[in-house]
C-alpha cells in the first residue's frame, strides 16, 4: 500500500479490532482494502455493461438451489460485477468458514482474478462478495403452491371492503384473490400505474413473505405483503384485520399507485428520452425497487446531487446499457449510503426470478398475467 492509500485508510485501520489485524497480515500475496466499500466506491459507471445479467446467475443459483448451489452447505463468491469467480465447501463452524472465505479471497487476489480483496468478519462484509447456498427461508416450490393454490390448504374466499374472492364450497388462489383486487378498484379509477408491472407484483409477494399470512419481519413487516404498522395505518385498516389477506393486496397496490404518481415526474425528468419500450420496462424496475426502500429514497437516486450522480451518468450513455444494468447499477454505485445495502441490491432481480419460476409452473403458464410481460428491452453494449 503506497503513502496515500495508507494516509486514506489510516483512520479505518486505527479503530480496527486485533481480529481485523490477524486478518490483514494474510494480504500479503495480494492487495487488501479496508471495506468491500473501497471496491464499490472505486468501480467505474461502465463495469455496470452486463451486471444484471451475471448477478441474476447467482441469484437463480441461491434462490432456487441450482448451479454451485445444488448443495446447500456452499457459499459462492462473486465479483463487483455479478461474475462468479468460485465456491467453498462450508467449514464445521461459522468461524471457520468466514476464515476460509478470507483465504479464498487472497488468493483470488494473488492470482489476479480480482484487482483487490477485503476480509469479512461476523459483522463486516468482505470483497469478492460471498453468498450462502443455504436459504432456509427461501423454499420457491413451497411458495409457488402457496399462490396458485395447487394444494386445498392454500386456497381461500372471503370479503374485504365491497371485494368478494371465491366462496366457502369454491375456494381460489392467491393469484385470483389479486386479480379480483386489482380489477375491482382498477374499474373504480383508482389505479394509474401500469398493469405490466403485476407478474414483479406477484414475484415480490413470493420473496416479501413466500404467501404466508402470518409472516413477521424483524422491522415489524406483517402479513403476505409484508406492510408495516404505518403503511397499515394509512390505508386505514383496522387491528384485527391486518392479516387479512384481501385487505393487505388491496393496501400494497394503494402503496403502488402512491409510489407511481410520486416517483413518474422526477423519473421521466431523467430517463424520458430513452426509447419507449425500454423507458417502459426500467420505470417497471424503479417502481418495483420503490416498495423495498421506499418512493423517497428510489426518487433520491433520481434527483439528489450525490445519489443521482449514477443516474445522470445511464441517462447520458443509455445506449450501452439494457434497462436492467442501469436498475442494478443505480443501487450497486450507492450502496452504503442512505441504509442501501446488498439486499437492495438483490431485491428486484430477486422478485424477477420469482416471478419467472411462478409462470414457468403449469398452473401460471398460459396466465394473462404471465404471458403479457417480456423480456428486459437491451441495446448492444458498446465498448467504454
Not at 34 to 61: H, K, M
Not at 174 to 186: A, G, Q, S
Not at 258 to 277: I, K, S, T, Y
Not at 323 to 330: C, N, S, T
Amino acid at each position: 500500500m503506497n503513502a496515500n492509500a495508507y494516509a486514506r485508510h489510516a483512520p479505518v485501520i486505527a479503530c480496527l479490532c486485533l481480529v481485523w489485524l490477524a486478518l490483514s497480515s494474510l494480504a500479503q500475496g495480494g492487495e487488501s482494502r479496508g471495506s468491500w466499500l473501497d471496491v464499490v466506491r472505486e468501480t467505474p459507471y461502465w463495469a455496470s455493461q452486463g451486471v444484471a445479467s451475471n448477478l441474476a446467475t447467482v441469484r437463480q443459483w441461491v434462490l432456487l438451489s441450482e448451479g454451485y448451489c445444488s448443495q446447500a452447505e456452499r457459499h459462492i463468491l462473486f465479483d463487483h460485477q455479478g461474475r462468479f469467480l468460485t465456491y467453498i465447501e462450508n467449514a464445521q463452524t461459522s468461524e471457520e468458514t468466514v476464515n476460509r472465505l478470507n483465504e479464498t479471497r487472497q488468493r483470488l487476489a494473488e492470482g489476479e482474478r480480482v484487482a483487490h480483496w477485503s476480509p469479512s468478519s461476523s459483522e463486516r462484509r468482505g470483497y469478492p462478495f460471498a453468498l450462502a447456498c443455504h436459504q432456509p427461508y427461501a423454499d420457491m416450490n413451497e411458495a409457488i403452491a402457496r399462490l396458485t393454490g395447487s394444494d386445498d390448504a392454500y386456497r381461500l374466499w372471503g370479503t374485504w371492503d365491497g371485494i368478494s374472492v371465491g366462496a366457502r364450497e369454491d375456494q381460489v388462489s392467491l393469484v385470483e384473490l389479486f386479480r379480483v383486487v386489482y380489477e375491482h378498484r382498477r374499474e373504480q379509477g383508482r389505479f394509474t400505474f401500469p398493469d405490466s408491472v403485476m407478474p414483479a407484483f406477484l414475484g415480490k409477494t413470493i420473496i416479501e413473505s413466500g404467501g404466508q399470512k402470518h409472516a413477521l419481519s424483524e422491522k415489524a413487516a406483517r402479513g403476505i405483503m409484508q406492510l408495516r404498522p404505518q403503511v397499515l395505518d394509512d390505508c386505514e385498516i383496522p387491528e384485527a384485520y391486518r392479516l387479512h389477506r384481501m385487505a393487505q393486496v388491496d393496501c400494497a397496490l394503494r402503496l403502488m399507485e402512491q409510489n407511481h404518481r410520486n416517483l413518474d415526474d422526477a423519473f421521466q425528468a431523467v430517463f424520458g428520452h430513452l426509447p419507449e419500450e425500454k423507458r417502459d420496462y426500467l420505470y417497471g424496475l424503479l417502481l418495483t425497487q420503490a416498495y423495498q426502500i421506499g418512493v423517497g429514497r428510489t426518487t433520491q437516486l433520481l434527483k439528489d446531487d450525490e445519489l443521482g450522480a449514477a443516474a445522470r451518468y445511464f441517462a447520458a450513455n443509455h445506449e450501452r446499457f439494457s434497462a436492467d444494468d442501469i436498475q442494478v447499477g443505480l443501487i450497486y454505485h450507492n450502496m452504503g449510503r442512505r441504509d442501501i445495502g446488498l439486499r437492495t441490491l438483490y431485491y428486484v432481480t430477486d422478485t424477477q426470478i420469482a416471478r419467472d419460476a411462478l409462470c414457468a409452473s403449469n398452473t401460471m403458464r398460459d396466465d394473462p398475467w404471465c404471458e403479457q410481460y417480456s423480456s428486459s428491452p437491451t441495446s448492444t453494449p458498446r465498448a467504454p
